[in-house]
């Protein structure tokens, strides 16, 4: 398994419920590394851009509304495996069906309010980063326990 990027997002509502701690917290707990952080009120074309492949759907609306309606945290995340671990920590899209102990099983009930957003692949980790950040936004660094995570 491969050294990865993804893209996480706390989404609207994760913020104004105040959960950035706790869904940040899971992902330090577990060992990836935080490479990039902010805290973004993201503009109506970036979202568009972000959700294209859901431009179809009738709920696309609904969902761009959502994501512009109050800030974000923006947050890249490295390591091992981390965009497929990612979506597991994160639970599945409908937090009713998603398992207790995932992010979005223990802190939401619908789709539309879901709280968080990861990556479904390397590349559109890849490609989300560069479409949230800026070069300058992400950094390169070594953790002090690197050596205490990975042999
Ligand atoms: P995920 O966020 O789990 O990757 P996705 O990429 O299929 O899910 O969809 C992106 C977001 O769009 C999702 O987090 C919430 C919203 N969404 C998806 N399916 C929906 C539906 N059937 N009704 C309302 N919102 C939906
Ligand atoms: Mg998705």
């Known amino acids: 398994t491969q050294v990865e990027t993804t893209y996480i997002m706390i989404k609207p509502d994760g913020v104004q419920r105040g ?29 568009e851009e972000h959700y294209k492949d859901l431009k179809s759907k009738p709920f696309f609306p609904k969902l761009i509304e959502y994501i512009t309606s109050g800030p974000v945290v923006c947050m890249a995340w490295e390591g091992i495996g981390v965009v497929a671990s990612a979506r597991k920590l994160i639970g599945s899209t ?53 050596p205490w995570l990975i042999e």
């Open 19 to 47: 959960l950035v701690g706790e869904i940040i917290t899971r992902f330090e707990k577990k060992g990836f590394k935080l490479s990039g952080l902010k805290l973004f009120q993201c503009p109506q074309d970036l979202a």
């Open 94 to 146: 409908n937090p009713l069906q998603a398992e207790p102990g995932t992010i979005r099983g223990d802190l939401a009930v619908q789709t539309g309010r879901n709280v968080v957003h990861g990556s479904d692949s390397p590349e559109n980790g890849q490609r989300e980063i560069a479409l949230w950040f800026k070069e300058s936004e992400v950094c390169e660094w070594t953790p002090a326990q690197a």
